[in-house]
T-cell receptor, first 116, second 114 residues
Framework: AQTVTQSQPEMSVQEAETVTLSCTYD???????LFWYKQPPSRQMILVIR??????QNATENRFSVNFQKAAKSFSLKISDSQLGDAAMYFC?????????????FGGGTRLMVKP | NAGVMQNPRHLVRRRGQEARLRCSPM?????VYWYRQLPEEGLKFMVY????????ESGMPKERFSAEFPKEGPSILRIQQVVRGDSAAYFC????????????FGQGTRLTVV
């Protein structure tokens, strides 16, 4: 079974600064997807960024980028120019690339606080 | 195109009562996934359904929990004889097919058992 670990329960960043959230995972599969989701107080799960394991290039979405280290099974999220609206819980998630369904395995989350 | 709709947003039940949580997937989506989020934890997969079929229920507790996704109408997650430990946020996600398509989440139902 796959596992996803987020070792930072809480992180804090100054507004406009850069912060990196860590995620490691364990799998024996070669075809899979990795995601970062944001969960603000409203509880809505918002997809921030996705990475396909077969792609070597790190995904980027505006101020959000990942550092995908496949051999190390590491998938960190970098948030540049942090904004107050970035404050939320962030969850790393794994999904198998096979045809067994789109079920996600989530990490325990990191609470990000942004200081003005 | 409306997103994934879950209702109610909040549900309070006394111990021993039944809880019914509803999920209407996005238009054109025929695959539904239910997740549970305990306080201060990540989401945990419960069950995966297609119309009229349970595909994977490996995350469902063996007793008191059931799920369905009928040909017509929303998917229902049913919890019988609720206990305090069932208090959690329950999320539904839907996707258009089984392959390489992302699932979209609803806003969740927060169940409180008193």
């Amino acid at each position: 079974a796959q596992t996803v670990t987020q070792s930072q329960p809480e992180m804090s960043v100054q507004e406009a600064e850069t912060v990196t959230l860590s995620c490691t995972y364990d799998t024996s599969e070669s075809d899979y997807y990795l995601f970062w989701y944001k969960q603000p107080p409203s509880r809505q799960m918002i997809l921030v960024i996705r990475q396909e394991a077969y792609k070597q290039q790190n995904a980027t979405e505006n101020r959000f980028s990942v550092n995908f280290q496949k051999a190390a099974k590491s998938f960190s999220l970098k948030i540049s120019d942090s904004q107050l609206g970035d404050a939320a819980m962030y969850f790393c998630a794994y999904r198998s690339g096979g045809n067994a369904g789109n079920m996600l395995t989530f990490g325990g989350g990191t609470r990000l606080m942004v200081k003005p | 195109n409306a997103g994934v709709m879950q209702n109610p947003r909040h549900l309070v039940r006394r111990r021993g009562q039944e809880a019914r949580l509803r999920c209407s997937p996005m238009k054109g989506h025929s695959h539904v996934y239910w997740y549970r989020q305990l306080p201060e934890e990540g989401l945990k997969f419960m069950v995966y359904l297609q119309k009229e079929n349970i595909i994977d229920e490996s995350g469902m507790p063996k007793e008191r929990f059931s799920a369905e996704f009928p040909k017509e109408g929303p998917s229902i997650l049913r919890i019988q004889q609720v206990v305090r430990g069932d208090s959690a946020a329950y999320f539904c996600a839907s996707s258009p097919f089984q392959g390489k398509a992302d699932a979209f989440f609803g806003q969740g139902t927060r169940l409180t058992v008193v």
